[in-house]
């Protein structure tokens, strides 16, 4: 069949090509009765009938394409003197009906170009003449001919045919009269040919309804169609020739027409004939998706004013669309299916809530249609499509109402239809939700409902039928530990209660959980014991830090680097908080914890910079007596000369410097061992960029009076370290970072000198 187009096309085409050349030889000779002798010709070619629809359209074109020579032509003509009245008479003899016509449209809109008559009474008489053609092909591309010739000679406001050529209401019947005689010819194709090219039949339809739409189109660019004519002519005219046509696919195609070609403010001033229209289609028409697209549209409008339209507070738009899309669902339940109703709703629930952003009665409204949807349906089983659709129904509010939609009743029983996977995903939402507004969980209700819809996240269900793999499962865990900090109460005791009630269901939540949750209680009773501290309000913190300490183990079993940060951020809190050392016992064991951890559990290439924050940590801590302190001091001691670096085992003895620091008698010689102990490293790293450090770091203990640094030894180290740098120099070895940082500290301190201080020391 395939084959056989081709080849009928090719032979019509060269038919076209060859009397068009002949044309366009008379017309160079100005030869006007053999121009239109073969222009006659090859019109003639689109009188056939066994040409299909999408073949027809090829030959339309290169017709088209060849037409614009006799158009301009025609003008030349009327240039030179001719009348059109005489041409628009002569080419109404021509033999065919189709090729008259074709030539009289052209004629025609070169007619109105001139003026010689009012433009309105060459339209009239033109579409009442194109009625001369009834078979649905041909008249169908006749018709789109006559749009295409005379789309940009239609009376407007404000263009040049307006006044005495006519005005819009004359462009309007034009376009009206054309519309419904073109979708009554597009719906004949239907009905031609046997039963079973039906199929093929609608496809060719759908591939030629451009030309149908393309009156709506030219409506809605017309200048004279305002709000008020729109209302009492174009849209009644339009629905009429919808509403009767009694054909799925014109109904589908047009009333995306209408909604897509006009204006939204149009729309919104004319939603009830529009709604009204819908329950009159036909009942295999997706009116779904024309309600879709409806509301989408308005939605959009809405929203990028803000919801600040006029019409939306004189007209309870939301009444209006929820009494006609009840009244769908009622007429189409059996006939439609679940999914594409709970489409609909999901779709109606974006437009009240882009509209009406804050008011959660619509929301509330829209749940309870879902709920007497889904339970008039007897035996239903909802499909992952429906279900996706709940979720989006359950989370979609959460942009703009926040926890405000927990507190609905008919959300919870809506939400009881999804299994546990899609209850989890809701959950997430609603976790994310909470993140996203940082809204404050300040009451215990609040948490209450919250902690009750986010279940899923936090405990496992009997219908969980698989894990979440570990991507999925870090990242809900993750959003359910930040919204933990978001818990905050004016009230102590009840910030307090907020806690442990995500406490009591953390602790439930087995040992996949806990690592992300437990650190996120951790640092929440944190905030709690400071803001006891700042608002001298009093809790039982010891009760607080053993439970801290409780769950630091568990979690240091698991992950024993974040446990020993965690060990070393509770202390920290401690010494904050613990003015008179009431809890000293508690630091000394997490500090020692610390150790502990750093000994037995952690990974040989981790080692060194958790050294190194231990140590930075201790030296803040003056919540322990000297003993303690001494005790801890030493035992990180122990460690430094055990790293596997020398870089490593330097820079340790940089840091024990701070930790050895707080008392002047006792560690008067522990500071310079320590220096003594750096130097040795230094020479047997065989790297002299450590000097440098070496000597900056003397100059800070210098000026911060450490027991046992004195001025006199400044000299002697700086010469050392020049006499290293130089040594480095001179075999090539030596980094410019070294000499900037010697250079730097020998600076500093020439400048300290020039104010008073390091008297003593000769640089």
């Known amino acids: 069949m395939d084959d056989d187009q081709d080849k009928l096309l090719e032979e019509a085409s060269q038919v076209v090509r060859q009397q068009a050349a002949e044309m366009v030889r008379a017309l160079d000779s100005s030869n006007m009765r053999e121009a239109l002798k073969h222009s006659s010709n090859m019109l003639c070619e689109l009188r056939t009938s066994n040409l299909s629809p999408r073949s027809y359209y090829e030959l339309y074109m290169k017709v088209f394409d060849e037409l614009r020579h006799l158009e301009t032509f025609f003008m030349e003509e009327h240039r030179k003197g001719r009348k059109m009245a005489d041409l628009y008479e002569k080419v109404q003899h021509a033999g065919n009906i189709v090729p008259r016509l074709y030539l009289l449209i052209t004629v025609g809109s070169v007619y109105i170009q001139t003026k010689e008559q009012p433009a309105k009474d060459i339209l009239k008489d033109l579409v009442e003449m194109v009625k001369g053609v009834q078979q649905p092909i041909r008249g169908l591309f006749l018709r789109y001919y006559l749009n295409k010739c005379c789309k940009d000679k239609l009376p407007d406001v404000g263009n040049e045919y307006h006044g005495v050529g006519g005005d819009s209401t004359d462009s309007i019947e034009f376009l009206l009269t054309n519309l419904s005689e073109m979708n009554r010819l597009w719906i004949r194709m239907q009905h031609t040919g046997s039963v079973k090219d039906k199929t093929r039949r609608e496809k060719e339809r759908n591939d030629l309804r451009v030309t149908v739409g393309e009156n709506l189109v030219r409506l809605s660019s017309l200048q004279g169609v305002t709000l008020d004519i729109y209302k009492a002519v174009v849209l009644p005219r339009t629905l009429e020739v919808v509403t009767i046509s009694k054909d799925v696919i014109s109904q589908q195609y047009l009333m995306d027409c209408i909604i897509q070609a006009f204006p939204d403010d149009y729309h919104l001033n004319t939603l009830e004939p529009l709604l009204e229209a819908c329950t009159q289609l036909m009942p295999a028409v997706d009116v779904k998706g024309v309600l879709i697209n409806l509301m989408d549209r308005l939605s959009n409008y809405a929203g990028e004013r803000q919801g600040d339209i006029d019409i939306l507070k004189k007209l309870d738009v939301f009444a ?4 006609y899309i009840d009244k769908i669902i009622s007429d189409q339940q059996g006939s439609m299916d679940v999914r594409k109703l709970l489409e609909l709703e999901v779709a109606f629930l974006r437009f009240s809530l882009k509209c009406y952003p804050l008011n959660s009665d619509y929301v509330n409204c829209i749940y309870e249609s879902c709920l007497l949807m889904i339970e008039k349906t007897e035996g239903l089983v909802l499909d992952p499509e429906s279900m996706n659709n709940i979720v989006q129904l359950l989370t979609v509010p959460l942009e703009t109402l926040s926890l405000a939609i927990l507190s609905m009743r008919h959300y919870p029983l809506l939400m009881a239809y999804l299994p546990f996977i899609f209850r989890k995903q809701v959950a997430h939402r609603i976790v994310k939700a909470v993140i996203t507004t940082k809204t404050a969980l300040n009451t215990v209700e609040s948490c209450e ?39 905050s109460a004016e009230s102590g005791e009840i910030h307090y209660n907020l806690i442990q009630m995500f406490e009591r269901l953390f602790r439930q939540g087995g040992s996949r959980r806990v690592l992300h949750t437990y650190p996120s209680l951790i640092f929440a009773y944190m905030r709690l014991c400071r803001k006891s501290v700042s608002a001298s309000q009093s809790f039982d913190l010891e009760t607080i830090f053993k439970a801290c300490l409780e769950f630091v183990d568990t979690v240091s079993g698991l992950n024993p680097q974040l446990g020993l940060r965690l060990n070393l951020q509770i202390a920290q809190c401690i010494n904050l908080v613990d003015r ?32 190194m924050l231990i140590t930075g940590t201790y030296v803040w801590l003056n919540c322990f007596e000297e003993e303690n302190y001494d005790t801890l001091a030493l035992n990180c001691a122990q460690y430094y000369l055990k790293l596997g670096e020398k870089r490593d085992q330097f820079a340790a003895q940089m840091a024990a410097l701070r930790l050895f620091s707080r008392k002047s008698t006792e560690n008067e010689g522990k500071v310079v061992s ?3 102990k750096a130097q040795r490293i230094a020479a047997l790293a065989k790297e002299p960029a450590l000097y440098p450090a070496l000597f900056s770091h003397f100059v800070y203990c210098l000026e911060k009076d450490f027991p046992g640094v004195e001025d006199s030894s400044a000299a002697a180290l700086l010469d050392l370290t020049r006499k290293k740098l130089a040594e480095a120099e001179k075999a090539g070895a030596l980094t410019s970072e070294a000499r900037i940082h010697l250079n730097s500290t020998v600076d500093y301190v020439r400048q300290q000198k020039a104010a008073g201080k390091f008297q003593g020391v000769t640089v």
């Open 320 to 323: 209006l669309f929820k009494r």
């Open 449 to 487: 409902r919250l902690l009750d819809y986010i279940q899923p996240l936090l405990l496992d269900s009997k219908d969980s039928q698989q894990p979440s793999d570990d991507y999925e499962f870090e990242e809900e865990q993750e959003a359910v530990a930040k919204m933990v900090h978001l818990i």
């Open 580 to 611: 008179e050392k009431e809890y000293e016992e508690l630091a000394y064991e997490f500090a020692s914890q610390a150790l502990l951890l750093y000994q037995d559990k952690l990974q040989a290439e981790s080692r060194f910079s958790a050294l």
């Open 674 to 676: 320590i220096f003594a």
